[in-house]
């Protein structure tokens, strides 16, 4: 499933750069997955064999004609008659993240075990900058589970240097 995600979100991405319109189709993007996260059952109609094509088409027209870039509603219908409305969020997901790969950004999920200040989210930022090669967007998320010390994910690798980790790498030592 996530091949064909990709697969539709590439060529998208590939419309959204030769229209140099990245921006328009991310915003556009991000408005239509809240709305299909906040009502699945619209996609299931759009996905529902027993309506039939025209009917789903025109409802698409109707709600996003004039509202979404043509490209993005013509995706929409493409997804809507090949029978895989249930992959839109995916394809969106996946846009996402080749719309950052293209620019260079990743995000990175911070968690701390106090709310960081603004000069530690900067130095944070900076370090993870110089990691990665990439301009980060950064998430701060509270874990108080972590005692102290933080926690890093970004592009799929880990850095932990909570207190927690810690604690749990002694505790791995002393039961060997």
């Given at each position: 499933?996530?091949?064909?995600?990709?697969?539709?979100?590439?060529?998208?991405?590939?419309?959204?750069?030769?229209?140099?319109?990245?921006?328009?189709?991310?915003?556009?993007?991000?408005?239509?997955?809240?709305?299909?996260?906040?009502?699945?059952?619209?996609?299931?109609?759009?996905?529902?064999?027993?309506?039939?094509?025209?009917?789903?088409?025109?409802?698409?027209?109707?709600?996003?004609?004039?509202?979404?870039?043509?490209?993005?509603?013509?995706?929409?219908?493409?997804?809507?008659?090949?029978?895989?409305?249930?992959?839109?969020?995916?394809?969106?997901?996946?846009?996402?993240k080749l719309?950052?790969?293209?620019s260079n950004?990743?995000?990175?999920?911070?968690?701390?075990?106090?709310?960081?200040?603004?000069?530690?989210?900067?130095?944070?930022?900076?370090?993870?900058?110089?990691?990665?090669?990439?301009?980060?967007?950064?998430?701060?998320?509270?874990?108080?589970?972590?005692?102290?010390?933080?926690?890093?994910?970004?592009?799929?690798?880990?850095?932990?240097?909570s207190i927690?980790?810690?604690?749990?790498?002694?505790?791995?030592?002393?039961?060997?």
């Open positions: 499933m996530i091949q064909t995600e990709r697969e539709y979100a590439e060529a998208l991405f590939t419309l959204a750069a030769e229209e140099n319109a990245t921006q328009e189709f991310l915003d556009s993007l991000g408005m239509l997955r809240q709305l299909f996260d906040e009502n699945p059952d619209y996609a299931e109609f759009l996905n529902s064999p027993a309506i039939a094509l025209s009917e789903r088409l025109a409802s698409i027209d109707e709600a996003f004609e004039g509202n979404l870039p043509e490209y993005v509603v013509s995706f929409l219908k493409v997804l809507c008659e090949n029978g895989k409305m249930r992959t839109v969020t995916g394809c969106i997901d996946e846009f996402i719309a950052r790969e293209f950004r990743a995000v990175a999920t911070v968690y701390s075990a106090v709310a960081l200040s603004e000069e530690q989210k900067s130095s944070v930022c900076k370090k993870l900058e110089k990691l990665t090669a990439k301009s980060i967007d950064p998430i701060y998320i509270i874990d108080e589970s972590l005692i102290g010390g933080i926690k890093v994910e970004v592009d799929g690798k880990t850095f932990d240097s927690k980790h810690r604690l749990g790498e002694i505790k791995d030592v002393m039961n060997s």
